[in-house]
């Protein structure tokens, strides 16, 4: 039996250990952050003069606008957009209908004479055609011109008419400026040559077409300024990017270039340290948020303390990675798998420390997602980051259930995509659909790659840092493993009360919600112990005279006090999980052998009860202390003569009530209403198993009432 001076003195050393072990954890920790975050602060400076040879290949650390270029630019495209001028269709409309308006007063005038209605002098003809025309027509075309078009035959009338009407809508339609007006004059007087008519109604068409032929396109400046603004918007801005280079090794450094070099902010003689101050500061913020929750958890190992180091440098340098990639354009960060670290955090801790985590996850994407411009941080990138691990945080609750990962990815994958919607509402700019559907699928992206890559680090966790996960439990539970055949073998009665202990321990811890598959194998494993010394536990025995009625009560309490301690014992030597052998440890408690103690006191009342007692520890866990109650029921049970229902539900009542009062379960999470759960799912369990050797009570009156 180990003392318990050794285990305290163990567990001290054991919490200084953890703790020495934290603390270079969070000191390695925070060294990354800042290595990781310090080229995001400031950009590498020069000191070089203008009209001098550059020594060394120069790159833009930052994306910044050329405005002065973008402005040359600017003012190039709107100089090359040609004034606009707007044609007069009311204009043409007009000249139109002076055509008709001439050529269907001759044919009145002709027509009126064909009808007999007297014959009149040409003079008289040419005065009443004239009245007939409005003075617009008269003051502009003279008598001689009219003099023509009135004496012209009937068909070449109407050819002559169909002529000026054709032509003249195609010039005007075309549009007639001041400063062409001429031009058009003079083509349209081209086509009059090239006409079929005679020479006199040639030079009356022709006098006629300076009367049709007038401006009617005009200057517009709005429609002018409009296309010049249209131009101007098209002109996208001259970026110098981030990794652009700006000088090649021996150029030399151009008044062009050296304004270059001066806008990206390379050109400062003394690099400025109060950033990389300000970076240490947050670090450490950062370092004493993580140590503080550190203080708040009860138990640390080497495995939990590596676990934080590698999520966290991973997590890290996953957005470090992505960082070097993205551009203020393309926004790559949404497309980080962000949750992965936190949601194998909560897995192997808890969810408040993922929460932690997630937290300081979010301030590092900030920083390492501020496309390299000093003095700016990425808020959008770290809302996001924060809002995508707080889902998975929630969602992730049962990893033993694979499919569940599908659904924690849909839920990310909504609230990403909410997220983006929210950037991109608030952004008082036009919503380019493209654009967004392909910010959508980054999102898409992230939430999928979170999914996997948490399926995918699960076995190397569960394998690597020998974490108990699922398929370890059910490897475990094997009957043909070699402990378990030990068990058979050598304690068959052990085994078989482990196994009852085992279906009693996985219905409790179903009820309560605690692990049920972790309860069963440890109950499984629990009185491995017992078989150092078989027979000298009664389920061993087979009829056998007890071998304790040859020891002294104190010799047989110390065999009986061991076995817990040799069980956990040989469950290290086997490497098993620690879970399991803390349970098996733990399965006594600091319970009093009443057995051996009440023999002891009738041939010594001034025994001392700690000599029968065990050591320890308490049950620490729900499945620990569960694992106690349910071994202790299945024994009392497992005595009884004819157990009845209502035998059976007061030894449940009376054990878990004994270990309470006892005080055996003042260091384990469960509540009372835990316990009054536990009593109703072993009582019905028990039924269950009990059911065909029960006599109800009815059943047994109506037995008695029949003999």
């Known amino acids: ?27 390695l ?52 957009v040609d004034e606009q001028y707007t044609i007069s269709d009311q204009i043409t409309q007009d000249r139109m209908e002076y055509i008709n308006e001439i050529f269907d007063a001759a044919e009145k005038i002709n027509q009126m004479e064909a009808d007999g209605k007297g014959e009149k002098s040409e003079t008289e003809r040419l005065s009443e055609y004239e009245s007939l025309l409005g003075n617009e027509i008269t003051k502009n075309v003279n008598t001689e011109t009219l003099a023509t078009i009135l004496s012209a035959e009937a068909e070449e009338l109407l050819e002559a008419k169909q002529f000026l009407l054709e032509h003249t809508r195609e010039i005007m339609t075309s549009g007639v400026k001041s400063s062409n007006l001429r031009q058009k004059e003079i083509e349209f007087n081209r086509n009059v040559v090239y006409s079929p008519f005679s020479d006199s109604l040639k030079d009356a068409l022709s006098e006629l077409g300076s009367f049709f032929i007038v401006e009617n396109s005009f200057f517009d400046a709005e429609k002018t300024a409009e296309e010049r603004r249209k131009a101007a918007s098209n002109v996208d801005p001259v970026m110098i990017r981030a990794g652009e280079t700006l000088v090649e090794s021996g150029d030399m450094i151009t008044s062009e270039i050296y304004e270059d070099l001066l806008l990206v902010g390379v050109l400062k003689n003394e690099r400025n340290l109060l950033p990389y101050i300000g970076l240490g500061l947050l670090i450490l913020i950062l370092s004493g948020l993580l140590y503080l929750e550190w203080l708040n958890q009860r138990d640390w190992d080497k495995k939990t303390v590596f676990t934080i180091f590698i999520i966290s440098i991973g997590a890290v340098s996953t957005m470090k990675i992505f960082s070097y990639f993205d551009t203020n354009e393309l926004r790559l960060f949404l497309a980080v798998p962000a949750a992965t670290g936190v949601m194998v955090i909560k897995w192997l801790i808890n969810d408040r420390f993922a929460i932690i985590l997630a937290i300081i996850y979010s301030v590092m994407a900030a920083i390492l997602f501020n496309f390299h411009m000093p003095g ?20 992730f609750q049962n990893m033993r259930d694979r499919g569940e990962m599908v659904k924690v990815g849909l839920g990310i994958l909504v609230v990403n995509v909410l997220t983006i919607l929210f950037f991109t509402l ?3 700019t036009p919503i380019d659909w493209r654009e967004l559907f392909t910010l959508i699928g980054f999102g898409f992206g992230g939430a999928f790659f979170t999914s996997v890559l948490t399926l995918g680090l699960m076995p190397f966790f569960e394998t690597g840092l020998n974490i108990l996960s699922e398929s370890k439990l059910l490897s475990l539970a094997n009957p043909n493993h070699p ?23 996985e219905a409790a811890c179903e009820a309560v919600g605690a692990n049920g598959l972790l309860a069963r194998v440890a109950a499984y494993y629990h009185d491995l112990g017992k078989t150092v010394n078989p027979r000298y536990f009664i389920e061993n025995q087979m009829g056998e005279k007890n071998p304790h009625d040859l020891l002294q009560p104190e010799q047989s309490a110390k065999i009986i006090i061991n076995h817990p301690y040799d069980g956990a014992y ?9 879970e399991i052998t803390d349970i098996a440890e733990q399965h006594h408690g600091q319970s009093l052998l ?43 049970v497992r005595s009884m003569n004819q157990p009845s229902v209502e035998k059976l539900e007061e030894v449940v009542k009376s054990i878990i009530h004994d270990k309470l009062i006892d005080g055996q379960l003042s260091e384990c999470p469960l509540t009372f209403q835990n316990l009054n759960q536990i009593e109703i799912a072993v009582c019905e369990l028990l039924k269950g198993i009990f059911h065909s050797r029960i006599k109800y009570p009815d059943q047994a009156v109506a037995a008695k009432e029949e003999n």
Not at 377 to 395: C, D, K, P, R
Not at 570 to 578: A, D, G, Q, S, T
Request: hydrophobic share 40%; net charge neutral.
């Open 570 to 578: 040989l469950l290290r030597e086997h490497k098993m999980p620690k």
């Open 594 to 636: 009443k057995f051996f103690y009440y023999k002891a006191k009738e041939a010594d009342d001034e025994v001392k009860q700690s000599q029968y007692r065990y050591p320890g520890p308490k049950p620490q866990t729900k499945e620990a202390a569960i694992v106690f109650i349910c071994d202790s029921v299945e024994a009392a």
């Open 376 to 395: 700016f941080l990425n808020v959008e990138a770290g809302l996001y980051m924060l809002f995508s691990q707080l889902t998975g945080i929630y969602l």
């Open 483 to 505: 402990l378990l055949r030990k068990i058979l073998v050598e304690a068959p009665g052990t085994y078989h009360h482990s196994v009852m202990v085992a279906n009693l321990s």
């Open 29 to 80: 920790i925070g060294l990354f952050f800042f290595v990781m975050a310090a080229p995001n602060l400031q950009p590498q400076s020069y000191e070089i003069e203008e009209f001098t040879e550059a020594q060394e290949t120069i790159y833009s650390p930052v994306t910044i606008e050329d405005q002065k270029e973008t402005e040359s630019k600017i003012q190039r495209a709107v100089q090359a």
């Open 1 to 27: 039996m180990r003392k318990p001076l050794w285990k305290n003195i163990k567990n001290k050393m054991e919490m200084k250990d953890s703790s020495v072990w934290m603390m270079i954890c969070i000191i």
């Open 426 to 428: 608030i952004s008082f």
